[in-house]
């Protein structure tokens, strides 16, 4: 059975910074572009970041260019998300899924998992 699992997330103040972690169990992950993604409360939930398998191209939505980078160890199954420069709207739970192929940004599992919250202040 295929797992996700993000952590990392926390309070922190606007202008902070938080380093989410996405480890994966059950596959390998290493031949498989992975994404990052975020639900705000009353909100659906959209995409984030992704990352290829090999980590040469990354991409971001607009709102988190320049201050989020994606990340990954394919030796550990895991893949990071640094947030910097933190802003409220940011705040979320925040969850990681892998890359439908073919695509850039659509999430290939149906199950979630947790996710981990971010919450920032103002």
């Known amino acids: 059975q295929v797992q996700l699992l993000a952590s990392g997330g926390g309070l922190v103040q606007a202008g902070g910074s938080l380093r989410l972690s996405c480890t994966a169990s059950?596959?390998?992950?290493?031949?498989?572009?992975m994404g990052w993604y975020r639900q705000a409360p009353g909100k659906e939930r959209e995409f984030v970041a992704a990352?290829?398998?090999?980590?040469?191209?990354?991409y971001y939505t607009d709102s988190v260019k320049g201050r989020f980078t994606v990340s990954r160890d394919n030796a550990k199954n895991t893949v990071y998300l640094q947030m910097n420069r933190l802003k409220p709207e940011d705040t979320a739970i925040y969850y990681c899924?892998?890359?439908?192929?073919?695509?850039?940004?659509?999430?290939?599992?149906?199950?979630w998992g947790q996710g981990t919250q971010v919450t920032v202040s103002s």
């Open positions: 899924n892998v890359i439908d192929q073919g695509t850039s940004t659509k999430a290939l599992y149906d199950y």
């Open positions: 059950g596959r390998t992950f290493s031949s498989s572009d």
């Open positions: 990352i290829t398998w090999s980590g040469v191209l990354r």
